[in-house]
């Protein structure tokens, strides 16, 4: 049976070299598989790092890999609880890079390797011939900057720039005339990890950067649907549940979870993935994501979509993120609470409640606005909701507790 071996990933560009050469060896078989893990550092705890290494079980030869074919075992990000492990082949790996590398393409690595969108890159740019180009800030070495961004796209100026990003890396990147100059110098621009505000897209056109939305998870292996459009070969359809479920299939997509057989079968059906999704297929193939399928939350009697409460407060000056989640209230009733980044401080409350009240109906507002000058981020550059849901139910925080 093939081992599954651990890859540990220090922060920085010597993770990159950690990761590139067992990489290429599992891809092609030539090699055991692996588990990218992330080092502990200041900035990622230890029980981060063994969250994912139970969900991979990587140097365990009591828990033997699922299949011959598996070459990498990538966790996912955890942010709504407990990650789980994906197990991702060499050929589903590689199934996308046609459609998506450009001649003579030269990917900055700027995510997370232990991340789905960061093996992505790598996994990339061995396709295309060039080993990427890391920022100094990769896997959270130093901050990311408009500076260390640009300081990269200088060194990979000998060919077509691409580059995979989060919408908060953008976001800071827009902010900044040095930031704009190398998001101009990139080809590709490929963003993901949650929804574009639409300010966000106004301020890219703005200043001529061209983007694309990537839409995938690590079940099929990253951004398999570009601005709305499926990759050759990449199938999506709705289910027929009343949900309006997204269904994925194409050679990109996983073999399962690791050590979950009952789960596996459930998710990965003979129609395709079932993702946690909810959107719109129209005529010409064009993917439309609405939101999660427990996006829609009763309160009060009334269904309120979470994500069309984020998208009223997205677009309200002074906020540069926000992620609304419900926590129990009285009596144990959902309500809403919104985390916003901002400087505008605790004073945007008020007017964020009256906004959404009058987009949305007084059912959609939050009962209470955590103002942050930063979200909490896991290290794979998503939202931390657990830490989210962790603050806004301390003590003393919400209206009834006080």
């Not at 995510?111 to 990769?138: E, F, K, Q």
């Not at 998710?267 to 909810?278: E, L, M, V």
């Amino acid at each position: 049976m093939r081992p599954l071996t651990s890859v540990l990933v220090p922060p920085g560009p010597a993770g990159l070299a950690a990761l590139l050469d067992p990489l290429r060896l599992a891809i092609t078989g030539a090699g055991p598989a692996i588990a990218p893990l992330p080092a502990v550092t200041a900035t990622i705890s230890p029980d981060y790092v063994d969250r994912l290494r139970s969900a991979t079980r990587p140097d365990d030869p009591g828990q033997p890999l699922e299949s011959e074919d598996v070459a990498v075992v990538i966790a996912t990000s955890g942010s709504m609880g407990m990650p789980k492990g994906v197990l991702l082949t060499g050929a589903g790996l590689t199934a996308l890079d046609g459609a998506i590398n450009g001649p003579r393409a030269q990917w900055i690595a700027a995510l997370p390797l232990h991340s789905m969108g960061g093996l992505n890159v790598a996994v990339r740019a061995i396709a295309s011939g060039n080993d990427p180009i890391a920022v100094a800030s990769l896997g959270g070495a130093q901050p990311f900057t408009p500076a260390v961004f640009a300081d990269a796209v200088e060194r990979a100026s000998g060919g077509q720039i691409h580059v995979s990003l989060v919408t908060a890396q953008l976001r800071r990147l827009l902010a900044d005339d040095l930031g704009i100059a190398a998001l101009q110098a990139c080809a590709l621009i490929l963003v993901g990890a949650g929804p574009l505000a639409a300010r966000t897209r106004a301020l890219a056109v703005q200043h001529r950067v061209s983007l694309i939305t990537s839409y995938g998870m690590t079940e099929t292996s990253g951004g398999c649907v570009f601005d709305g459009k499926p990759l050759p070969g990449v199938r999506v359809h709705i289910s027929s549940d009343s949900y309006g479920t997204l269904v994925i299939n194409g050679p990109m997509l996983a073999a399962g979870y690791r050590l979950a057989p009952e789960l596996s079968r459930t998710a990965f059906t003979a129609d395709g993935f079932i993702t946690s999704d909810h959107g719109s297929v129209d005529d010409t193939g064009l993917v439309r994501v609405i939101g999660r399928t427990d996006d829609a939350i009763i309160i009060n009697g009334v269904n309120v979509s979470v994500t069309a409460v984020e998208q009223v407060i997205a677009d309200m000056g002074k906020v540069a993120d926000v992620v609304v989640f419900s926590v129990p209230g009285p009596d144990d009733q959902l309500v809403l609470v919104a985390a916003i980044e901002t400087t505008g401080g605790p004073a945007l409350e008020g007017a964020i409640k009256t906004n959404v009240q009058q987009r949305l109906g007084p059912a959609a507002v939050p009962c209470h606005v955590i103002a942050l000058t930063e979200l909490p981020m896991l290290p794979n550059g998503k939202v931390d909701r657990v830490r989210l849901i962790t603050l806004a139910t301390q003590s003393g925080r919400l209206p009834w507790q006080r």
